[in-house]
């Protein structure tokens, strides 16, 4: 069973800081000098136009592409000369914006692979050939079938990633994430392709991850009121620069946003 944890004495503190980070691609400069900090549990937007920036900036986080020049801190430290699977290990995960799952492979099974990770002797046993200890075996089926059930996949754990729906595929891929016991959470587009009623649920199901796991949530969303509703600050990029950031209530008037969004007009 997943018990809530209690953030209540740690809420506020920094967690993960970007400053000064740039990233070219030739002549062209994608993220350009952007800084903020987030902060421990809150539930973080990033936003902006098409082209602005932000899945750039997600690649940045998670070790996908490396800066051309400024800084990653994660609690204080260093990271953005590491690796994907190596930012994954220090406890940030992420969804992505075109969906990366096995297909060939079962709910389960797709959960469990990120699960695995986290057992250090199976990577060690694995190397060597030999089976997992069987009751970190067991273990590690339990958290997944956990997982699977919190995203409301219980019924399926035995069907294949491919042949699911878009929505359900997506909350696959939250499940895997959450197997890495993350302490970030970055999510690249969560609502695509969905309702405005299965946006509202997806909004709730975010915030109960958040208050569940003891996460601190980055969400980039093209769609600006689920952000608004749902986000404690958003940051705004236009042109790979950071145009706004504050409260949702501060960052929807402000001209700058309005102008990325609507234009001179």
Do not use: W
Not at 12 to 24: A, D, H, Q
Not at 34 to 39: A, L, N, P, Q
Not at 240 to 256: C, D, H, K, M, T
Request: proline share 5%; net charge neutral.
């Amino acid at each position: 069973m997943i018990h809530k944890k209690s953030n209540q004495n740690l809420f506020g503190l920094p967690i993960l800081e970007v400053k000064n980070l740039t990233r070219r691609f030739g002549g062209l400069v994608a993220v350009n000098d952007v800084s903020f900090t987030i902060i421990q549990y809150e539930i973080f937007g990033l936003i902006g136009p098409n082209g602005a920036g932000k899945t750039t900036l997600f690649n940045l986080m998670t070790g996908f592409i490396t800066p051309s020049s400024g800084q990653l801190l994660y609690q204080g430290a260093e990271i953005s000369q590491q690796h994907p699977h190596q930012i994954a290990s220090l406890g940030i995960a992420r969804t992505f914006q075109n969906i990366r799952l096995f297909g060939e492979l079962s709910a389960l099974e797709n959960v469990r692979i990120a699960r695995d990770c986290r057992i250090n002797s199976n990577t060690i046993k694995g190397i060597l050939g030999l089976p997992p200890a069987p009751r970190e075996e067991e273990k590690s089926k339990q958290k997944a079938l956990e997982l699977l059930d919190l995203v409301g996949l219980s019924e399926r754990i035995h069907e294949k990633a491919k042949n699911f729906s878009y929505g359900d595929q997506r909350r696959l891929e939250i499940a895997r994430a959450l197997a890495l016991e993350p302490q970030i959470l970055l999510l690249d587009e969560p609502a695509a392709g969905m309702n405005p009623s299965e946006k509202q649920q997806l909004s709730k199901f975010i915030r109960n991850l958040r208050d569940l796991f003891n996460l601190t949530i980055i969400i980039i969303e093209h769609h600006v009121p689920l952000v608004m509703d749902l986000c404690d600050r958003i940051a705004v990029l236009d042109f790979g620069q950071l145009i706004a950031l504050g409260e949702p209530s501060v960052v929807r008037n402000n001209p700058a946003v309005i102008e990325a969004y609507l234009g001179n007009d």
